[in-house]
């Protein structure tokens, strides 16, 4: 019997922590913060991201949809696929070697730019509204396990009912992904902001 674990932390600005950065590290790649700094690149474990995707509640304000939603997608996998065809996608990124990647690694760059274009404009808002800036908590990250006995189509359709149920029903974005390293824990990191 698969033993269930959760666990919830807060990304903080007081800690030192950057929801950018965090967001790289789960979307396995590189992202630029805002004022041009990029972060560390996480493109060596891309082989462990699964799936990845950014879920919007239903009554999402139209300005939402337009930055993140399925257009927005479909926009930024034309840059990526571009981007593979010119070249400028290498290995190390999610890629097999410039301008060879698949399908599947060029929609989770996609749904990594999207989110790359999320936490940095969370990080503004934060920046600028905040009272204390310097101590805002940025979002909430859970880490769900997933049980391996599941297919990965199942292991998908399970974290979207859940965000879908907990998150996006009651007006919460959720950045999400799937990663397994094959080593018999297969796991979702869900991002939220706050």
Partial sequence: MPVPHLSISAISRSTGASAVARAAYRHATQMEQAGGEPTRNFGAKADELKHSEIALPDNAPPWAVRAYGIKAFEAALKEV????????????????GAGQISMEQAERLAWARLSERLWNDIEHVESAKNKFPTRAILAREATIAMPKVLSREAQIDLVQGFVREAFTSRGTVVDWVL????????HAHLMLPT
């Fill in 81 to 96: 696929l571009a981007d593979a065809a010119a070249g400028r996608i290498v290995a190390g990124t999610g890629a097999d």
């Fill in 179 to 186: 990663h397994d390293k094959g080593d018999g824990n297969p």
